[in-house]
C-alpha cells in the first residue's frame, strides 16, 4: 500500500506564510514526481506547482513569486512554502505522487488535502 499524506495548512492572515509538507510511503517502487495541487469552494483542482524536466520548476501563474516548491534528496516529500498570502489562495491543497509499486504500475497517488485559510 502507498500513503501520500499532506500537513502544514491552517488559518494565516493576508500577507502571511505557511510551509506545506507532504511525504509518500509504503511499498513504492520508484518515484516519478510529486506536485501541489489546490482546489478551492465551487472551483476545479487546479496544479500549483510542480517540477519539470531535471530539477527546473513550474507554477501557475497566480503563485509566481509567491511560492516555492521543493524536494528532499530521496524524492520522497515534498515542500511547498507559500510566502505573501492572499485570500484566493484559500484552497483545499492537494499533493499528487506520481509513483509506481512495480514494474508497469505507475500511476497517480493523492493525498487527502489540507485546508488553508487566508482570512483576517
Known amino acids: 500500500q502507498v500513503q501520500v499524506v499532506e500537513s502544514g495548512g491552517g488559518l494565516v492572515q493576508p500577507g502571511g506564510s505557511l510551509r506545506l509538507s507532504c511525504a509518500a510511503s509504503?511499498?513504492?517502487?520508484?518515484?516519478?514526481?510529486m506536485a501541489w495541487y489546490r482546489q478551492a469552494p465551487g472551483k476545479q483542482r487546479e496544479l500549483v506547482a510542480s517540477?519539470?524536466?531535471?530539477?527546473?520548476?513550474k507554477y501557475a501563474d497566480s503563485v509566481k513569486g509567491r511560492f516555492t516548491i521543493s524536494r528532499d534528496n530521496a524524492g520522497n516529500k515534498v515542500y511547498l512554502q507559500m510566502n505573501s498570502l492572499k485570500p484566493e489562495d484559500t484552497a483545499v491543497y492537494y499533493c499528487?505522487?506520481?509513483?509506481?509499486?512495480?514494474?508497469?504500475?505507475?500511476?497517480?497517488?493523492w493525498g487527502q488535502g489540507t485546508q488553508v485559510t487566508v482570512s483576517s
Open positions: 499528487k505522487a506520481d509513483l509506481a509499486t512495480g514494474w508497469g504500475t505507475r500511476t497517480d497517488y
Open positions: 517540477f519539470t524536466t531535471g530539477s527546473s520548476t
Open positions: 509504503g511499498n513504492i517502487f520508484n518515484i516519478y514526481d
